[in-house]
């Protein structure tokens, strides 16, 4: 009995000291790309004034967390390049909205993969996968690519579409874009790209309310998932490393958290 007592005690142990140091490893690996201080690691770039030229304060820091205005279109863009990880970036939309978007719904995307000259895709943007951030369509793809297959991914999507967009469904008919969207799996037939749109099925939180999108790129794949819910899937993305851009688009929107784990 002590033998046997003695071999549990040692078990625990060494399943403890295993669980301790996976934690750390973990804690090692992760790479945080907002400090809550400053935007150390990024730089901005705006339709109007370029690289790292912004009067009007469109990205600012305060109280640990990015503010977007969304009063000029541009982004905040990382210096260094990543690959294979998962990406967390904590967001919620603010309530002030800006032409041409006043009254359409609240629009911005984290935009990962992005390759080649800042505002290569209309003067505003690093040509790129987007992972959509828009008022009923959060979790959407979209190809900010050149026309070509440099830029591209597939997905198995529904046999009708919404508009000219296809439906992520799991197990459908695989699909390759260059250009274009994949919408998310419970996107509302009748979505209308107006401010305050709430979908029936829609997975994101009223505006003012804090929400999760999860990115797994690993490989040439990429998971989507929106609050703990995978809404979209891709393979065969093109390319399949880059750097990452958070748009301001014409709307405020605040981040809290962006985070990465290398796979």
């Not at 992760?30 to 400090?35: E, G, Q, R, T």
């Not at 992972?131 to 597939?154: A, H, M, N, P, W």
């Not at 790129?217 to 995978?230: F, H, M, P």
Request: aromatic share 12%.
């Amino acid at each position: 009995m002590k033998r046997r007592n003695l071999f549990t005690a040692i078990f625990a142990f060494l399943w403890l000291l295993t669980a301790c140091f996976q934690v750390q490893a973990q804690k090692k690996k992760k790479v945080v790309l907002f400090n809550g201080k400053n935007l150390d690691g990024w730089y901005t770039f705006l339709k109007t004034t370029g690289k790292n030229s912004d009067p009007k304060g469109v990205f600012t820091v305060s109280k640990g967390m990015i503010f977007i205005t969304g009063e000029e279109y541009g982004c905040i863009t990382t210096n260094e390049e990543y690959e294979n990880y998962k990406l967390t970036v904590d967001f919620k939309w603010g309530e002030k909205t800006y032409a041409p978007r006043v009254d359409r719904a609240r629009d911005n995307g984290v935009l990962i993969h992005s390759q080649g000259k800042d505002g290569g895709y209309g003067g505003v943007w690093i040509n790129s996968i987007e992972c959509q951030l828009i008022e009923g369509g959060s979790g959407d793809f979209l190809v900010v690519g050149d026309g070509t297959d440099k830029f591209s991914l597939s997905a198995p999507v529904a046999p009708e579409k919404q508009g000219a967009s296809y439906i992520y469904q799991p197990g459908g008919e695989l699909v390759t874009i260059n250009k274009g969207r994949i919408n998310w799996l419970y996107r509302d037939p009748e979505w209308k790209d107006v401010v305050n749109f709430r979908g029936s099925r829609d997975v994101e939180k009223p505006v003012g309310k804090w929400n999760r999108l999860e990115v797994i790129a690993k490989g040439d794949s990429i998971d989507l998932y929106l609050n703990g819910v995978l809404v979209n899937q891709a393979v065969n993305v093109r390319p399949s490393k880059g750097k990452i851009q958070i748009q301001s688009e014409g709307a405020e929107m605040y981040v809290k958290k962006v985070e990465l784990i290398p796979l």
